[in-house]
C-alpha cells in the first residue's frame, strides 16, 4: 500500500529564512503528488501539484517543490518565509483514487 | 461562489447518539470525499463516492456511512457516535475521481464525542 511520511513534525525558522520541508512517500510507479497547507482553524488549501514533466513544479505564496525520483521525494521549499507561512503543511500522493496524506509538519516563524 | 459548506462548524456529542455531518459544494463536482483529521496522523479517506449514485469505503470507513442522493450533497452519518470517533471532519471535491484532479476542501466539522 502506498503511504507517505513527513519526517519533522515541527519545523521552527526565523523570518526571512529559507525553508525546506521534507515528503517521502512509498509506491511502486510515479503517483500524483502534492502539498497542501492548513491554516490554523482552516480547511486546506493546495499550494502545488506533481503530474509528469518537469520535476521543479511552482506553486501558490512563493512555495515550489521538486520531485526526486531516486530519492523517492517531493520536498516543498520557499526562499524566504514569511510570518503569515506559519501553519501545518501536508504532503499527499494520489496513486488511485484515495488520497493519501503524510501526518503534516506545523512550521512556526519567530520573529 | 461559496465552493464546499459543512454544517455545523462543531458539535459535542453523547456516545450512542446518531449524528449527520452535512457536505454541499456548488461547482458541479462529481467526485466527493470524507476525511477525518486526527493529530499526527494527517487526514485519512473515510468514504467517497465517485458519482451521483454510488460510494466506496476508504480507509477508515467503520462506524460511518454516506449516500449520495444528488451531485451536490455528501452526507456523513455516525450510526452510534464513540469516544474514537471525536476528530475534526472535512468534506472535499473534486471534478472527478482518479486522475489527478485537485481535490478541494471545506472548513471542517469540529466533533467531540463523551
Known amino acids: 500500500a502506498q503511504s507517505v511520511t513527513q519526517p519533522d513534525i515541527h519545523i521552527t525558522v526565523s523570518e526571512g529564512a529559507s525553508l525546506e520541508l521534507r515528503c517521502n512517500y512509498s509506491y511502486g510507479a510515479t503517483p500524483y503528488l502534492f502539498w497542501y497547507v492548513q491554516s490554523p482553524g482552516q480547511g486546506l488549501q493546495l499550494l502545488l501539484k506533481y503530474f509528469s514533466g518537469d520535476t521543479l513544479v511552482q506553486g501558490i505564496k512563493g512555495f515550489e517543490a521538486e520531485f526526486k525520483r531516486s530519492q523517492s521525494s517531493f520536498n516543498l521549499r520557499k526562499p524566504s518565509v514569511h510570518w503569515s507561512d506559519a501553519a501545518e503543511y501536508f504532503c499527499?500522493?494520489?496513486?488511485?483514487?484515495?488520497?493519501?496524506f503524510g501526518g503534516g509538519t506545523r512550521l512556526m516563524v519567530k520573529p | 461562489i461559496a465552493g464546499i459548506t459543512q454544517a455545523p462548524t462543531s458539535q459535542i456529542l453523547a456516545a450512542g447518539r446518531r449524528m449527520t455531518l452535512r457536505c454541499t459544494q456548488d461547482m458541479r463536482h462529481n467526485a466527493m470525499y470524507w476525511y477525518r483529521q486526527d493529530l499526527g496522523l494527517g487526514l485519512r479517506l473515510i468514504h467517497y463516492s465517485n458519482t451521483a449514485g454510488t460510494t466506496g469505503k476508504g480507509e477508515v470507513p467503520d462506524g460511518y456511512s454516506v449516500s449520495r442522493a444528488n451531485t451536490d450533497d455528501f452526507p456523513l452519518t455516525l450510526a452510534s457516535a464513540v469516544p474514537s470517533q471525536t476528530s475534526v471532519y472535512f468534506c472535499?471535491?473534486?471534478?472527478?475521481?482518479?486522475?489527478?484532479?485537485?481535490?478541494?476542501f471545506g472548513p471542517g466539522t469540529r466533533l467531540l464525542v463523551l
Open positions: 499527499a500522493v494520489l496513486p488511485d483514487n484515495m488520497l493519501t
Open positions: 472535499a471535491s473534486s471534478k472527478v475521481a482518479g486522475t489527478g484532479e485537485t481535490q478541494y
